[in-house]
């Protein structure tokens, strides 16, 4: 059974057009996080939610913004893509932010920016 | 900034056991080891993770040093489903609480 959920598996888009990826969890967890993983890269921490609390690595562009709508659902959104962002965009959730706490991720939505 | 260090890259024999090392030198008492694995194409997976003690799952054993400056995780009879990038990962509290992963080892399982 699916977990975390993430939609669509692919997208593409044009230079500059705004995106938005979604995800979902049936896990009821309290925090959801978005990572960007680029070709042949580990995953990068963009952001997460710890419930309502937005919480921003301090290097990711400004570009990226997140909304959480509720505890379910998590979304990421690209105001004016370019070249460098074609990457897998992962979501993950975690029941706290308690240190031996694992994280469950979805497969992804690979985007590519034309 | 990962503080881990792993080799690029290992090969194991299908049905054979793998040890998977991983280089954490400036761990702290707090600090959790955690392992994820990322098959092609999807997102990672929790492996297992420990603190001091060394732990088993039904899908690995993970061994920690006494010093707790390394741990190894042990795929007991390696699969060809267990070709995938292994990240061996510390949580902590400087980092606000939140994964870095590095670059990961690469394990090929030849049948």
């Known amino acids: 059974d699916a977990m975390v959920i993430q939609n669509p598996r692919y997208q593409v888009t044009q230079f500059g057009k705004p995106v938005t990826l979604s995800c979902s969890q049936t896990?009821?967890?309290?925090?959801m996080y978005w990572y960007q993983q680029k070709s042949s890269q580990a995953p990068k921490l963009l952001f997460h939610?710890?419930?309502?609390?937005?919480?921003n690595e301090a290097d990711t562009p400004d570009n990226f913004q997140s909304r959480r709508p509720n505890t379910s659902f998590c979304f990421l959104d690209i105001r004016s893509p370019g070249l460098g962002d074609t990457a897998m965009y992962l979501c993950?959730?975690?029941?706290?932010?308690?240190?031996?706490?694992?994280?469950?991720f979805g497969d992804g939505t690979r985007l590519s920016i034309l | 900034d990962a503080k881990t260090t792993q080799p690029n890259s290992m090969e194991s024999n299908e049905e054979e056991p793998v040890h998977l090392p991983c280089n954490h030198s400036?761990?702290?008492?707090?600090?959790?080891i955690h392992w994820y694995r990322q098959l092609p194409s999807q997102g990672p997976e929790y492996v297992i993770h420990?603190?001091?003690s060394n732990v088993n799952n039904r899908m690995a054993s993970l061994a920690i040093a006494e010093d707790r400056k390394s741990s190894t995780l042990i795929l007991h009879r390696a699969t060809l489903r267990d070709a995938a990038v292994y990240y061996c990962?510390?949580?902590?509290?400087?980092?606000?609480?939140?994964?870095?992963f590095g670059p990961g080892t690469r394990l090929s399982v030849l049948p």
């Open positions: 993950a959730t975690s029941r706290d932010l308690g240190l031996g706490q694992p994280q469950h």
């Open positions: 896990l009821n967890h309290n925090v």
């Open positions: 939610y710890y419930d309502k609390d937005f919480n």
């Open positions: 400036t761990i702290s008492g707090t600090d959790y």
């Open positions: 420990g603190l001091t």
């Open positions: 990962i510390l949580r902590d509290q400087n980092y606000g609480q939140n994964f870095v």
